[in-house]
């Protein structure tokens, strides 16, 4: 028997859509039902009959017992002011936000303020494709799912959201928002600057030229990351902007370092520095 009766994800994009999948192969929901902007979007997953209700005014939205936020980080507040109008307090909301920074304090915070109920949650999956087309229905199988300040919100609407994520096929695991925005800083978020950065440094002739020979493994990872959405990456990067800060300052001092060594032709310098760096992930 499904576990809800109506879900709503905001936001059917990439990760919302895949949601959608998982949620109708899961057979968790009675309803599935769906807000964007992009109406696009919505006629695209009713066709695919990955929803069953597209909602176009989140003000005269039939009320769900879940709503997952798969937006930008950016769109979070406009939403939230419109959902608390009109939900009520059996409604558990979710987001799948990729930063716990400043916007997740700000909604966290109105949900206290109106005695509603928010618990935030991190998949660590994803790619750097946009969009409803890119969707698939195993996305979050066998993968971790963060849950945020878990005592923020009462332990039912804790176990709600545990027992949803394990039903689609994730695993769980509690971290508290200010671990995990300095994790994902040291880890996701600097990967994907670095690939930015990398690209960005490329010589425009090279790309224009020379790519195809050049597309091995790490140069296509690189190039892979960078064509990550540029609106999702700005809201994480300046939701994250402190610690983003720090690990960026490390990764400078070391570059300069290693710029040293190479200048100087500093051989045993080199060699040690790379052979300290390989052994860190043996
Ligand atoms: N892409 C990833 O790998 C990944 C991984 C984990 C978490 N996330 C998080 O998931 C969220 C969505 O990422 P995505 O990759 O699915 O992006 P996406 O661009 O594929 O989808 C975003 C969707 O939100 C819609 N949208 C934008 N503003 C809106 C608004 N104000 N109201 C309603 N709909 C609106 C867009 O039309 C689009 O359909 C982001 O917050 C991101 O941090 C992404």
């Not at 935030?120 to 698939?136: N, Y």
């Not at 963060?146 to 027992?163: C, N, Q, T, V």
């Not at 060594?261 to 300290?276: H, V």
């Amino acid at each position: 028997m499904p576990k809800f009766n109506n879900i709503l994800i905001v936001g059917l994009g990439m990760m919302g859509g895949s949601l959608c999948k998982s949620i109708k192969k899961n057979k968790l929901s009675k309803k599935i039902s769906a807000f964007d902007t992009d109406h696009d979007a919505l006629s695209y997953a009713l066709k695919n009959k990955f929803i069953n209700y597209k909602v176009t005014d989140l003000g005269k939205m039939e009320q769900p017992d879940l709503v997952i936020i798969c937006t930008p980080l950016s769109s979070y507040l406009s939403i939230v002011k419109k959902l608390l109008l009109k939900l009520n307090k059996n409604t558990l909301v979710t987001d799948i936000g990729s930063s716990k920074g400043g916007t997740h304090r700000t909604i966290k915070k109105l949900f206290h303020n109106s005695n509603k109920s928010f618990l935030s949650s991190h998949p660590m999956v994803g790619s750097e494709k946009s969009g409803v087309k890119f969707t698939r229905k195993d996305m979050y199988k066998n993968k971790v799912v963060f849950i945020i300040d878990k005592d923020s919100a009462s332990r039912a609407s804790y176990f709600k959201l545990k027992s949803f994520w394990e039903a689609i096929g994730s695993t769980t695991h509690e971290i508290d928002s200010k671990t995990h925005d300095l994790l994902m800083s040291q880890t996701s978020h600097i990967a994907h600057l670095m690939s930015f950065i990398f690209v960005k440094s490329l010589p425009q002739n090279i790309l224009n030229d020379n790519l195809p020979l050049l597309l091995g493994g790490g140069i296509k990872e690189h190039i892979r990351l960078s064509k990550s959405n540029p609106q999702m990456w700005t809201d994480i990067f300046l939701n994250n902007k402190n610690n983003i800060i720090k690990t960026l300052t490390r990764i400078q001092k070391n570059t300069a370092t290693i710029k040293s060594m190479i200048q100087t032709s500093n051989k045993t310098e080199i060699k040690s520095l790379l052979k300290n760096t390989y052994n860190k992930t043996k």
